[in-house]
């Protein structure tokens, strides 16, 4: 009889280990390539072989990560994560902080800060997705905006590594709202984030980065302030996904 795999995992493990303490590159692509396949159905394995992709920057990993999240769209594994950090990599911020967003809005619904309590593997992708979340804000001068979400997560139970660099960023965010011209960008994204005043300008500056998605979410959020006038985006709102209905509107949820 024929062995239901070519490799055992721990073989599988150990050759990929080989090659990536080698720096064999075309080595480890083909071996991580082929335990995918192998090991096609298994969560878990299939999580950790897209995870080595990533972090080698294996010319692969697109593939593997796309294949993945394709075949376990609601994982709890941060291979979505890989997958936002990757199109940041590649200068697309706004598709990546969406991802990063959708992986936050996954968990959010069945109990964001006890996984963070309870599992290493959770708290070190939502640490990474809250980080890839506010990169957009960032790049269009919404620092304040970056400030909160980052805020979020530091009143998780995090260990002291991510304290120590999301509380680092928070300060540089900080540091910059000193500079005149900054300020007085980030004041008009807050005016609109407390009345829905100046929605326009906003929306010029997301389409002149071709920021998308984030245009499209600014257009939601300005319509909620204009069908009521008491809606003020709280908290609930930074995991909220842009969906759209069967009758072409969008909306937030």
Known sequence: MWPLH??????YIQLIENHLERGETRPLEDALSQAFDDYDGEEDFAAWLA????????PASGTMLARFLERYPQSWHPIQVDWAETLLREGRVDEGSNEARAYLHRLQQTG???????????????CRAFLILSAVYTEIAARTYSAR?????LVLDLDGYWQRRLSMEYQRLKEE????????????????????????????????????LLARRIE??????QENPAYRPGDEELFQLLYQTDKGAFVLY
């Open 51 to 58: 995870g080595v992709a990533h972090s080698s920057e294996c």
């Open 6 to 11: 070519a490799r055992t995992k721990d073989e």
């Open 149 to 153: 979400i980052l805020e979020y997560c």
């Open 220 to 225: 939601v959020v300005a319509g909620n302030f």
């Open 112 to 126: 964001l800060s006890q996984q963070v309590r309870e599992s290493e593997m959770i708290r070190y992708g939502v």
């Open 177 to 212: 709202l000193r500079d005149p011209k900054l300020a007085a960008a980030d004041a008009k994204w807050e005016r609109f984030f407390r009345s829905g005043e100046g929605a326009e300008d906003l929306l010029v500056a997301c389409r002149a980065r071709n920021f998308k």
